[in-house]
């Protein structure tokens, strides 16, 4: 049955209902209710089939968009998650916690002749949604086992890529990660209204399903050094993520109450997982009645102002030294913030902390936006004279994250690494300088999207193939 297509000149488009601000400051369901099905054919009936589909060029991934959005206008589920899961290790995570109005949505040609963007995100989730309910998504089952290993450090997106196409192929895949549930950042760090943690649970038993060996609670450094994994392992993939929080060196920036964005939204997370957490219970990792400061501009400052409204923060806001339209987030998200109660206090910057032993306040000063640098972005100049006091019980800091020492940290001194403390690899290969240890992600590339580390993964995992099928190879030579 041919569906037409281009139905984007009488057909608006629409994402699924959205649920309203006052239920949403209630909860930690996701914001978006699910397509029903005539809704997404008829969504996905919008694309105009683009010769060069931007949304694809866009993509990370190049999720071939236009075929799938098809398949779905014609009813023909099945194989459009055949399709959008050949290109992508998680299209259910990648559906509800992509910036597509950076991405896909954003380049969409439709978008940009001023129709509207058709909703790829939501088609995608869709999709998956429904092939999870019906079964589609099985383990794989390799053609041929291999007899070869390989030890992937860190079960986060980039990791969980690299040994779901690991396995595919035949490898026995040991992930190893330091803490006690599979995900990195996608289960402790996103929040539960974008990423309900059941999505997460339910990929980490489809690895375990898979034959994928987890190693959990397991710290390179304590438990093994990275050169004793490397002998246990015919390669190892390094795919850490990025951990260590950027501080703010200020005066009173030692105060109690002050605290990094990552502790608290963990402890939110563990907390809605049903963990036992000291640090939220005693109320400094929780904004419950407290007047909230967020310092930061990325999704992370999203997040965390987003969590606070929710635990019943007295007030919530967003101190960013540039403006809207110069910050990293998703402007999605900041208009989600808004609708649910979220201040922001644009061209701020903090120079300092009030309080005697807890904080009290947050002194900052205004910016003026000046000359654009060489990166194309004005630079922030402090207005003189412009200082003033914000009241805050509890203020987070979501001012990015740089590298671990992972040399220190993994008891490996041969490591090597740039000087921002990312491993450095060969490009062509994704090896570092040690042979056999390959690195991915945001350890390599610096902190970054969901998306691209699953992308990384998943090229981690053809450089290890090609290696480890050389490697046979060579061997088989020398025994003749
Ligand atoms: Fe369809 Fe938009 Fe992609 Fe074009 S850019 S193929 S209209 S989704």
């Not at 609670?217 to 093994?224: L, P, Q, S, V, Y």
């Amino acid at each position: 049955m041919a569906t037409k297509m281009l139905q984007f000149v009488k057909t608006s488009g629409e994402m699924p209902a959205k649920r309203t601000a006052e239920i949403r400051r209630q909860d930690w369901l996701e914001v978006y209710g699910p397509y029903v099905r005539q809704k997404a054919e008829e969504q996905s009936s919008r694309c105009s089939q683009c010769g060069v589909p931007f949304c694809q060029i866009h993509c990370p991934l190049q999720n071939n968009i236009p075929d799938w959005l098809k398949l779905t206008a014609e009813g023909r589920l099945e194989e459009a998650y055949e399709v959008s899961s050949a290109t992508n290790s998680m299209p259910e995570i990648c559906g509800r916690i992509c910036p597509q109005d950076r991405l896909c949505e954003g380049n969409c040609v439709i978008e940009q002749s001023g129709h509207g963007a058709v909703t790829i995100g939501s088609i995608e989730k869709y999709i998956t949604d429904t092939a999870w309910a019906e079964g589609w998504v099985k383990p794989p089952t390799p053609l041929r086992e291999r007899d070869q290993s390989v030890g992937i450090i860190g079960a986060g997106p980039g990791g969980i890529a690299a040994a779901e196409q690991l396995r595919r192929l035949g490898y026995q895949v040991h992930l190893y990660d330091r803490y006690d549930r599979v995900g990195g950042l996608l289960i402790y760090g996103i929040p539960s209204f974008k990423l309900e943690k059941e999505i997460v649970a339910r990929r980490a038993q489809w690895l375990a399903d898979a034959g994928i060996q987890l190693h959990l609670n397991f710290e390179i450094g304590r438990d093994a050094t990275l050169q004793e994994l490397r002998s246990r392992h015919d390669a190892v993939l390094v795919a850490t993520g990025v951990y260590k929080a950027r501080d703010l060196q200020a005066p009173g920036s030692g105060l109690k109450g002050i605290v990094a964005a990552l502790d608290y939204l963990t402890a939110s997370n563990r907390t809605g997982l049903g963990d036992d957490v000291p640090e939220f219970t005693d109320g400094t990792l929780n904004a419950a009645g407290k007047r909230v400061v967020v310092i930061g501009g990325g999704d992370t400052a999203m997040d965390c102002v987003r969590t606070a409204v929710r635990q019943g923060a007295v007030s919530v806001k967003c101190l960013y030294r540039r403006n809207r339209a110069n910050m990293p987030g998703s402007q999605r998200e900041v208009q989600n913030a808004e609708e649910e109660g979220v201040e922001f206090v644009w061209q701020a910057a903090p120079e300092g902390f009030l309080g005697d032993d807890a904080v009290t306040g947050v002194r900052a000063h205004s910016i003026h936006l000046g000359v654009a640098d060489a990166t194309g972005r004005q630079s922030p100049v402090v207005i003189e004279g412009s200082a003033h006091t914000i009241e805050a019980d509890l203020v987070i800091k979501a001012l990015g994250f740089d590298p671990e020492d992972l040399p220190t940290l993994f008891d490996a001194p041969g490591l090597p690494v740039t000087k921002w403390g990312t491993v450095k690899v060969d490009h062509r290969t994704m090896m570092t300088a040690v042979e056999g240890i390959f690195a991915a992600g945001d350890i390599v590339r610096g902190a970054s999207l969901v998306v691209w580390a699953i992308r990384d993964g998943r090229d981690a995992a053809a450089a290890i193939d090609s290696f480890l099928v050389a490697k046979a190879a060579a061997l088989a030579v020398a025994a003749e």
